[in-house]
Structure formats: structure tokens, C-alpha cells
């Protein structure tokens, strides 16, 4: 064997040992729990996923499964009552309204008050109530739209209205590394109105206090 | 780091998915019907008149009602309301009526939904249906998903929409392309903008129950809705889902004594 090959044969066996360093410091870095910190106080961002299955975004006007998508920003904080459970006081807002191309702009503010059970070293579970705040704020004037037989004149809202709507949350609380956690909400809006729906809420959040 | 962080987390949070909005049939509107419930009284014999099976427009129109009484931020509900014989004039409640040589060009123009109204709101209204046979829009040349959605569109004029952008809302002026009677989210954000939904001031999630008794305690409104809606919510919450997680938990430990206690 000459030494070209031996050259060759260390050269693979270094670049075959970098990447195995690499994968094993992205498995150590993706392992739960490593060293969960306590904290109080978390700020995160998230993707909130609204109506679900109840509105259609396709020409045939199927229902969507996923609904509208928000992006929320999300301040926490916990109030450790038990060992076992603390209570968890969460704020969830689209920071700036989030605009249509005609400008109607929508607010999506959602405050919850969950009870949280520390299940494992990584894993909690909650459940709790909340309150949706949705705002839809409009910029007043008109536009041509077609109407069938031409078009018409149509005009956009000139004010601001919003609703309000109960819901419960369940969800899974997963801590990924050190102070930061992954959460999974299923809200159920208007619980025990033919008016229910159905949304998701993904945020990934890290702890600051 | 963790400014290029917090800057990641706040671009994402005004990226706009949205690309649409409602509009409204005047610019007079500053709200939706002043009232709770909305019904449409049906002429049914200028219906079957003009060939047009009752039970047909009756059943379009019962769809188009639940339709938009899934609408879900939105307060008002709409209903079928009694057989008149009143004309196509505005009227409260509004009229469903069947009309033939009105709706003439260009002859696609399946129905007509308007409203008059005063101190920006709508006080009246009424749809007409084509009820010319010589037509191609004439409402019996279309399946029943379909008369329900121009049934429910034309409620959504006698409400106080106007037409939307996309082809998917139902206020689209177009259904040509629809298989499906479904709101977009275009559609609910325009009745939520009219009429919109206050579960803090209502009653129990929608059932009217909480309101419904302090009506007849007068100086008793609000507050105790408010009250139990939130210990009714927090109840079911937390009984519904304690005992479900101390069995959970009770197994757990079970199967894995050495798991990690708090």
C-alpha cells in the first residue's frame, strides 16, 4: 500500500469521525431534558392556526383543515402552587395587526389562565380557560368589484369592531433544552355553542426570569 | 444572538398569511341588523308558481341559515321565519320571493339580495329568486349545494356585505366554481365586523341560558353571566381533565417507579 492510499484511507477516517462528532452533538443537543431549568417568567413565538376545518380557502370552497394562520408573540408566567402543579398566566398577541392587501387590519389577542402538571423530567401537561379577543379594523373607502352584471361600488369597513370568545386549552408542554420549551394547545372556542371551533397553538418559548 | 433572535421572532409575527378582505354594501354601515336573530319570511307560492318546489327553496334556504349561523365570532342568528305573500319590497323581516322577468340581463344573475337602511345599520331587506324558466339562470337549472350557496351569498347582501375579492368566499359575485357551501375566513371576519360576538356579555357560550334568566332579574345582567361562564368554563376545564391525568399519572409510575418525582 503506498502512501497516497494510507493518506487517503486517514483522510476518510478523519472526515468520517467530524461527522460523527456533528451527529452526536446534534443528538445530545435534540435529547429532552438535559438539564431543565425553572424558570418563571417566558417569552416565545409561536403559530397559531385559527378555525380549524371550519373555513375554506379553495376555489371549490372545501373546508381547510388548517384554517387562517396567526403568528403570535407569547409572554408567560407560571405561579408555582404545588410541587406536583402550578398555575401559568399567558398572553398571546399578534404584536402589530396583521394587514390584508385592502388594509383591513386584524388583532389577535388571546389571554389563558391554565393549570400545569409537571408529568416527567421534560413533559407537563395543562388544561385551563381563556379569552379570545379578535379586532378587525378597517380603512374606510371604496373599491370597483364585479357584480355579475359589471361592477360595483363596494366600501370597506370605516372603524374598528372585535369579539370575544371563551375557550378551553389543552395542552402539552415539552422542554426541550434549558429554559426553553415547546407548547402544543388545542383550544376549543365557544365550547357549548353550535358556534364551536377549533384552533391550534404552536410556540416555542424561552425562559427570561 | 439573541437580538437577531428576538428580530426573528417579531418578523415572523407580523408576516401576513392574509390576503384578502370583505367589503360592504354601503358606506353608510357603521353595524349589522340591531337585533339577535334575523328571520326571512318565504313567499312560497310566488315560488311554485313559477315551477319552483318549495321544499327545494326551503331546504336551500335552512342550509344557507345554518351556514351562517356557524359563523364563529359572529352574534347574530339567522332563521326561517313564516310563509307571507308579501312582494319583493323592503320588508322586516326580510322576504324570500320568486320573481320572473325582473332579474333579465344579462341572464346569468341567479338572485338579488339587498337592504335599506337607517342610522347606519340595516333596518329592511329582501332577496328575489329568478324564477324565469326561459332562462339559464333560472333557479331550478341548479343542484341543490348550489342554490343554497346563492341563497346563503344573497343573505349575506340582506345582512350588509358586499362582494369579496377571492373566488373562494362565498361573497364572491361568481359560484360557478364551487362544489362546497363554506364560509372563508374573508366571509366570517365581514359578519364579525357587523355583528360581532361578545361571549363576556352574552350568554353561556352561546346558549343564552345566563342571559335568558337575569332577564327576568332585572339589575342582575353581566356580571353573574360573566361570573358563571368563567367558573363553568374552569370547571369543566379542571374536572374533566383531573382525574383523567392522576390515572395517567397513578400508571406511570406503575410501569416506571424510578420516573422523576417533584
Known amino acids: 500500500m503506498n502512501l497516497i492510499a494510507i493518506l487517503i484511507r486517514i483522510g476518510k477516517v478523519v472526515v468520517f469521525m467530524k461527522i460523527s462528532f456533528k451527529i452526536l452533538l446534534l443528538v445530545l443537543f435534540f435529547i429532552p431534558g438535559m438539564a431543565r431549568a425553572e424558570k418563571r417568567l417566558y417569552l416565545g413565538a409561536g403559530a397559531a392556526s385559527y378555525n380549524m376545518g371550519k373555513v375554506t380557502s379553495s376555489s371549490d370552497a372545501s373546508t381547510s383543515l388548517m384554517g387562517e394562520l396567526y403568528l403570535p408573540l407569547t409572554l408567560s408566567y407560571l405561579f408555582p402552587v404545588k410541587p406536583t402543579w402550578s398555575l401559568e398566566a399567558s398572553l398571546s398577541m399578534t404584536p402589530l395587526s396583521v394587514k390584508t392587501t385592502d388594509s383591513i387590519a386584524k388583532t389577535f389577542v388571546m389571554g389563558s389562565l391554565t393549570q400545569v402538571f409537571k408529568k416527567s423530567f421534560f413533559w407537563d401537561l395543562k388544561s385551563g380557560v381563556g379569552l379570545l379577543n379578535y379586532s378587525i379594523t378597517g380603512p374606510g373607502g371604496s373599491i370597483q368589484r364585479s357584480n355579475g352584471t359589471g361592477t360595483a361600488t363596494f366600501y370597506y369597513p370605516g372603524s374598528s369592531t372585535s369579539s370575544k370568545s371563551l375557550f378551553l386549552d389543552f395542552g402539552v408542554v415539552y422542554h426541550w433544552v434549558r429554559d426553553i420549551r415547546i407548547d402544543f394547545d388545542a383550544l376549543i372556542l365557544s365550547p357549548i355553542s353550535t358556534r364551536r371551533s377549533f384552533s391550534t397553538l404552536l410556540t416555542i418559548s424561552k425562559g427570561i426570569l | ?262
Open chain 2, 1 to 262: 444572538m439573541k437580538i437577531q433572535t428576538a428580530i426573528l421572532f417579531f418578523g415572523l409575527s407580523v408576516i401576513s398569511p392574509h390576503s384578502l378582505a370583505f367589503t360592504l354594501g354601503s358606506s353608510s354601515l357603521i353595524a349589522g341588523w340591531n337585533t339577535e336573530t334575523l328571520t326571512f319570511d318565504v313567499n312560497e307560492s310566488s315560488c311554485t308558481g313559477l315551477g319552483i318546489s318549495a321544499a327545494n327553496l326551503n331546504a336551500a334556504i335552512d342550509s344557507a341559515v345554518e351556514l351562517w349561523n356557524k359563523a364563529p365570532t359572529s352574534s347574530i342568528k339567522l332563521a326561517r321565519g313564516a310563509v307571507v305573500s308579501t312582494g319583493a319590497a323592503y320588508s322586516n323581516p326580510p322576504v324570500i320571493v320568486c320573481n320572473s322577468g325582473v332579474i333579465t340581463s344579462p341572464d346569468f344573475v341567479v338572485a338579488q339580495g339587498t337592504w335599506s337602511g337607517s342610522g347606519g345599520r340595516p333596518t329592511a331587506g329582501y332577496i328575489q329568486v329568478n324564477g324565469d324558466s326561459t332562462k339559464q339562470a333560472y333557479f331550478n337549472n341548479f343542484s341543490n349545494t348550489q342554490a343554497a350557496i346563492v341563497i346563503a351569498h344573497e343573505m349575506g347582501h340582506v345582512l350588509g356585505l358586499g362582494h369579496a375579492e377571492k373566488e373562494y368566499a362565498l361573497m364572491y359575485y361568481d359560484i360557478s366554481s364551487k362544489t362546497s357551501l363554506n364560509l372563508s375566513q374573508d366571509d366570517v371576519d365581514g359578519i364579525t365586523w357587523l355583528n360581532p360576538r361578545n361571549e363576556l356579555k352574552s350568554g353561556m357560550m352561546g346558549c343564552a341560558t345566563v342571559r335568558d334568566i337575569s332577564r327576568n332579574n332585572p339589575g342582575h345582567q353581566g356580571t353573574p353571566g360573566i361570573i358563571v361562564n368563567w367558573m363553568a368554563l374552569w370547571a369543566l376545564a379542571f374536572t374533566s381533565t383531573r382525574r383523567g391525568f392522576h390515572r395517567v399519572l397513578a400508571h406511570l409510575r406503575k410501569k416506571l417507579p424510578l420516573s422523576p418525582r417533584f
